[in-house]
């Protein structure tokens, strides 16, 4: 992918899984704070989750979204409940460690399978 504005720092890692942990929205919260601590990088805000509503859209596609911000950027948390099948998606303007997110998340989500990541 073409750096179309090198002046800016941003680092991005993308990070997908089956998990096997029961999850629900006080999980997804300390995972989000938890995650932002582990990797030394600062929130200004609480979680935002959300659960539509039974009807919404796709039976297949129930689960959460949920962004935490920060000073240097945000994450991301998109959970298929049914399937037991998450992506998360990190977006920085500061360095951090992608092999710690990466083992912090199957770590937290009980992940023993095959972890598909992507950094860049």
Do not use: Q
Request: some cysteine; glycine content about 10%; overall charge negative.
């Amino acid at each position: 992918m073409r750096d179309l504005a090198p002046g800016i720092v941003r680092r991005r890692l993308l990070i997908e899984g089956y998990f096997t942990v029961g999850t629900d929205e006080s999980h997804i919260r300390a995972f989000l704070l938890d995650l932002a601590a582990h990797l030394g990088l600062r929130t200004y805000g609480e979680p935002v989750i959300f659960a539509p509503e039974s009807g919404m859209g796709k039976a297949e596609n129930a689960g959460y979204d949920a962004f935490v911000p920060l000073i240097d950027s945000g994450i991301s948390l998109y959970v298929w409940s049914g399937p037991r099948f998450l992506s998360v998606l990190l977006y920085t303007c500061k360095a951090f460690d992608p092999e710690a997110a990466i083992a912090f998340t199957r770590a937290r989500f009980g992940i023993d399978g095959e972890i598909a990541s992507h950094a860049f």
